[in-house]
T-cell receptor, first 114, second 114 residues
């Protein structure tokens, strides 16, 4: 069975500071990994994904994530936070086995202080 | 391109009434997913379809919930009779693949059962 753990339900950073949102996954087969962002009163939007190939993945809005198999992690980073980054972020894992379900983490709400 | 379209955006109704939520997926997407999002339980997969056929409905909470996909461009999620604990935001999402492609979410239906 697959699972996702997002460390920290709330993260607060100052504008211009580094954003680091942590995600660890569990999967017995090669995983596909995703980060989504949800703004108030909207659905989830894809930020970036890892399927195969390069382990450092760049996404929209200056975000990137690195797949580290040895650490079973897929942490999301952004060098400099902007006020518009305030939202909820979800890490998700899926694979080509196990019923093809995508498992979403519980989410991390990012607050950006002026 | 039009994204996933859900209607209504908000629904307020009294306990015991029938509720029907509607979804139009992105054209060409073979997979359609229904999710429920609450503060307590996060994002839960209720059911998903492949080529209009229900594949996994293990997340449907009870017999009061039913979902149909009569054609490739339309799906409904019905609750009958509705109960206050069904209050949540319901999302529809569609995808080209159940695993290695991202899901595209609608903006959700915020359902309140009084």
């Amino acid at each position: 069975a697959q699972s996702v753990t997002q460390l920290g339900s709330h993260v607060s950073v100052s504008e211009g500071a580094l954003v680091l949102l942590r995600c660890n996954y569990s999967s017995s087969v090669p995983p596909y990994l995703f980060w989504y962002v949800q703004y108030p009163n909207q659905g989830l939007q894809l930020l970036l994904k890892y399927t195969t190939g390069a382990t450092l993945v760049k996404g929209i809005n200056g975000f990137e994530a690195e797949f580290k198999k040895s650490e079973t992690s897929f942490h999301l980073t952004k060098p400099s936070a902007h006020m518009s980054d305030a939202a909820e972020y979800f890490c998700a894992v899926s694979s080509d086995t196990g019923g093809f379900k995508t498992i979403f983490g519980a989410g991390t709400r990012l607050f950006v202080k002026a | 391109d039009a994204g996933v379209i859900q209607s209504p955006r908000h629904e307020v109704t009294e306990m015991g009434q029938e509720v029907t939520l509607r979804c139009k997926p992105i054209s060409g997407h073979d997979y359609l997913f229904w999710y429920r999002q609450t503060m307590m339980r996060g994002l839960e997969l209720l059911i998903y379809f492949n080529n209009n056929v229900p594949i996994d409905d293990s997340g449907m909470p009870e017999d009061r919930f039913s979902a149909k996909m009569p054609n490739a461009s339309f799906s409904t999620l019905k609750i009958q009779p509705s109960e206050p604990r069904d209050s949540a935001v319901y999302f529809c999402a569609s995808s080209l693949s159940p695993s290695n492609q991202p899901q595209h979410f609608g903006d959700g239906t915020r359902l309140s059962i009084l």
